[in-house]
């Protein structure tokens, strides 16, 4: 059965420039530049976990694209395929939550607290410092 979203654990946080319209509840990755996030892709070293779909600046003062991303905690992810309770999660290449395979270059960004049925499913995922094998 699918988890419905019920909040998040206070953890660290960070108001991030968006490089493109990064989705909510999605794995985020830090850009080549350095300058903000960017959606990641499978198996890459994720930040965290973007809180919000990326907009436009709430004041309408800049196009600047913004959101908040997650560090660690508990929290909302998109998983895109069925994932146990208590996997190892990584990002797949739309920064959609996957069971974790190992291999070279990989990085683990979580264990999911609750099960995924279908993709598109919302999960909780606690948050970890990225790990390899």
Known sequence: MATKYKGSVIGLSVDEIADAAVLGNTF????AGGQGVTTCGAGQLALGVAKFDAGADPAGLTQTLWT??????????????????????????????????????????????????????????????????
């Open 68 to 133: 908040t991303v997650h560090l660690d905690g508990l929290h909302p992810v998109v998983a895109s395929a069925a994932i146990a309770a208590g996997a190892r999660v990584m990002s797949d290449a739309n920064g959609n939550a996957v069971t974790y395979a190992a291999g070279a270059g990989v990085f683990s960004r979580g264990i999911a607290r609750t099960a995924a049925v279908n993709p598109g499913d919302i999960i909780e995922v606690f948050l970890q410092s990225p790990a390899q094998g």
């Open 28 to 31: 985020v990755k830090v850009t």
